[in-house]
């Protein structure tokens, strides 16, 4: 019930295409959905977030979709750019209980020049 | 800028011996975390802390112990190395919003630990 479900694992696109990677959560306590960007040799970083009580949150060419009934939630990068090419976790968190942030087991993006 | 630190890039221990995995966070952050990170297993909770002395179990505990003495600095001990325990180690600190609005987790760069 603490997973995050996340697919595919891996991803290739060609430069300016719409990748998309999507995520799954059971539990219906979780009440934050943040998206990590990880850089070769990097620690993760945030890249966007949202909550159940919005359906769509976007940030530049970043968007994270939102459905609630389905418990499902799905990252979209627009106008996709090799600089993007990283790996990129979803996650989940009970923010009204602690703050622990449970990962998905990423997906390595690839972008095509 | 926020500042998470790990004392090591690089590590080579040989199995059984006991290892300590060093993090520091420059922002007063209440929260902190020790993840393992494996290709394909994503980043996985090993401890969880919330404030000095606090503790919590997070997925994968077993096998390691956790140390938080200073509001700033979190260790992660391995008692006896073992070869399954090679793996990226990655801590991160968040601030512990009373609103509950956001739980932003830094990162460090990680310990490549490699146990022969």
């Known amino acids: 019930q603490q997973q995050v479900k996340q697919s595919p694992q891996s991803l290739i696109v060609q430069k300016g295409g719409i990748p998309i990677i999507n995520c799954a959560y059971e539990n219906t306590a979780f009440d934050y959905f943040p998206w990590y960007q990880q850089f070769p040799g990097k620690g993760p970083a945030l890249l966007i977030a949202?909550?159940?009580?919005?359906s769509e949150k976007k940030e530049g060419r970043f968007t994270i979709s939102f459905n609630k009934s389905a418990k499902q939630f799905s990252l979209h990068i627009m106008d996709s750019q090799p600089g993007d090419s990283a790996t990129y976790f979803c996650a989940a968190s009970m923010t009204n209980r602690d703050d622990k942030i449970i990962f998905g087991k990423g997906t390595r993006l690839h972008i095509l020049p | 800028d926020v500042k998470v630190t790990q004392s090591s890039r690089y590590l080579v221990k040989r199995t059984g011996e006991k290892v300590f995995l060093e993090c520091v966070q420059d922002?007063?952050?209440?929260?902190m975390f020790w993840y393992r990170q494996d290709p394909g297993l994503g980043l996985r909770l090993i401890y969880f802390?919330?404030?000095?002395?606090?503790?919590e179990k997070g997925d994968i505990p077993e096998g390691y112990s956790v140390s938080r003495e200073k509001k700033e600095r979190f260790s992660l001990i391995l008692e006896s190395a073992s070869t399954n325990q090679t793996s990226m180690y990655l801590c991160?600190?968040?601030?512990?919003?009373?609103?509950?609005?956001?739980?932003?987790?830094?990162f460090g760069q990680g310990t490549r630990l490699t146990v022969v």
């Open positions: 802390s919330y404030d000095v002395k606090m503790k």
């Open positions: 922002m007063d952050h209440e929260n």
């Open positions: 991160a600190s968040s601030y512990r919003d009373p609103h509950r609005e956001s739980t932003e987790a830094f």
């Open positions: 949202i909550r159940p009580d919005v």
